[in-house]
């Protein structure tokens, strides 16, 4: 079942037979286990070494190095061109002088092959910020980032990576529109309380 079909599926009635009744259970209970799945804050980010694209050209993504440079923001997102990751990185694309402001790298992750990032890093990210392809899903399962019931993807996930490897954010929810703000919002506090 497709997730528009899911969703339709979902759609109050007038009157909700129990089919309904039990698909909106089932969502429930979804929507609260992927949000137990993922590493917490205070936690060791899982180093990782990744094929990326930005702006159509692919290279090596290494977690360490960037780190290096400042804070990360990783976010998985299902499937690249999906209408709410395009949504979702339409929205990283146009916060990408922020996230720069505010010293901090933007990736997004997927199991998605690299020639299809190579793509969406062009059109949908708007050759603002890297994609990395996760194929392997190693990335992905390292952060507790599997999207539970379809587990070819991965989870909407994002978390916010301390320079020194600790996770300061993570945030999962299916819903696009909250990760941006989200993220930027932990990026300003931390560097609030940072000496």
């Given at each position: 079942?497709?997730?528009?079909?899911?969703?339709?599926?979902?759609?109050?009635?007038?009157?909700?037979?129990?089919?309904?009744?039990?698909?909106?259970?089932?969502?429930?209970?979804?929507?609260?286990?992927?949000?137990?799945?993922?590493?917490?804050?205070?936690?060791?980010a899982p180093a990782f070494l990744i094929d990326a694209s930005l702006a159509g050209k692919v290279f090596k993504f290494s977690l360490a190095d960037k780190l290096k440079s400042g804070p990360v923001v990783l976010y998985f997102?299902?499937?690249?061109?999906?209408?709410?990751?395009?949504?979702?990185?339409?929205?990283?694309?146009?916060?990408?002088?922020?996230?720069?402001?505010?010293?901090?790298?933007?990736?997004?992750?997927?199991?998605?092959?690299?020639?299809?990032?190579?793509?969406?890093?062009?059109?949908?990210?708007?050759?603002?910020?890297?994609?990395?392809?996760?194929?392997?899903?190693?990335?992905?399962?390292?952060?507790?980032?599997?999207?539970?019931?379809?587990?070819?993807?991965?989870?909407?996930?994002?978390?916010?990576?301390?320079?020194?490897?600790?996770?300061?954010?993570?945030?999962?929810?299916?819903?696009?529109?909250?990760?941006?703000?989200?993220?930027?919002?932990?990026?300003?506090?931390?560097?609030?309380?940072?000496?």
């Amino acid at each position: 079942m497709t997730r528009l079909t899911f969703m339709t599926a979902l759609r109050p009635t007038r009157r909700p037979g129990p089919l309904r009744a039990g698909l909106l259970a089932l969502a429930l209970a979804m929507g609260s286990l992927s949000a137990l799945a993922a590493l917490d804050v205070g936690d060791k980010a899982p180093a990782f070494l990744i094929d990326a694209s930005l702006a159509g050209k692919v290279f090596k993504f290494s977690l360490a190095d960037k780190l290096k440079s400042g804070p990360v923001v990783l976010y998985f997102f299902p499937a690249a061109f999906s209408n709410d990751c395009t949504i979702e990185a339409h929205q990283f694309a146009e916060a990408t002088d922020q996230y720069t402001q505010l010293g901090a790298t933007v990736i997004g992750v997927s199991s998605d092959d690299i020639d299809t990032l190579k793509r969406f890093s062009t059109t949908e990210c708007r050759n603002k910020f890297a994609v990395g392809a996760d194929v392997d899903q190693a990335v992905m399962k390292s952060y507790d980032a599997v999207l539970f019931y379809k587990t070819d993807y991965a989870n909407r996930t994002s978390y916010v990576i301390a320079p020194n490897g600790t996770i300061i954010y993570q945030f999962t929810s299916l819903n696009p529109t909250r990760h941006v703000a989200n993220t930027l919002g932990a990026l300003k506090t931390w560097l609030a309380r940072k000496p």
